[in-house]
Nanobody, 122 residues
Framework: QVQPVESGGGLVQAGGSLRLSCAASRRTFSSWFRQAPGKEREFVAA????????YYADSVKGRFTISRDNAKNTVYLQMNSLKPEDTAVYYC???????????????????WGQGTQVTVSS
């Protein structure tokens, strides 16, 4: 399938954990972005095709882990120590133009999922 499909969002208390999944068959960089109400979409994490390189926004570094299982065509985002400010709609994105130079730029990605809501209560 071309269009990524996210799953795994939900409501969790602060300090809790969630794991998001993204089913996507594209052999490219894959990333997670998020958008909170009233804010612009922002980069969260990215991973290259082999899984050997990962990149994180400073706000999630040390708490979130991106990984992939290419046999299952799935990218994961493990989110630990969640904070209320992590509340947002999380989007999976894939694109052939994404690279180590532009992974944090939304325009580098051609295909986006529909998003999954993550809500962290205080």
């Amino acid at each position: 399938q071309v269009q990524p499909v996210e799953s795994g969002g939900g409501l969790v208390q602060a300090g809790g954990s969630l794991r998001l999944s993204c089913a996507a068959s594209r052999r490219t960089f894959s990333s997670w972005f998020r958008q909170a109400p009233g804010k612009e979409r922002e980069f969260v994490a990215a991973i290259n095709w082999s899984g050997g390189s990962t990149y994180y926004a400073d706000s999630v570094k040390g708490r979130f882990t991106i990984s992939r299982d290419n046999a299952k065509n799935t990218v994961y985002l493990q989110m630990n120590s969640l904070k209320p400010e992590d509340t947002a709609v999380y989007y999976c994105a894939v694109g052939a133009r994404a690279s180590s130079a532009n992974y944090y730029i939304s325009n580098a990605y051609d295909y986006w999922g529909q998003g999954t809501q993550v809500t962290v209560s205080s």
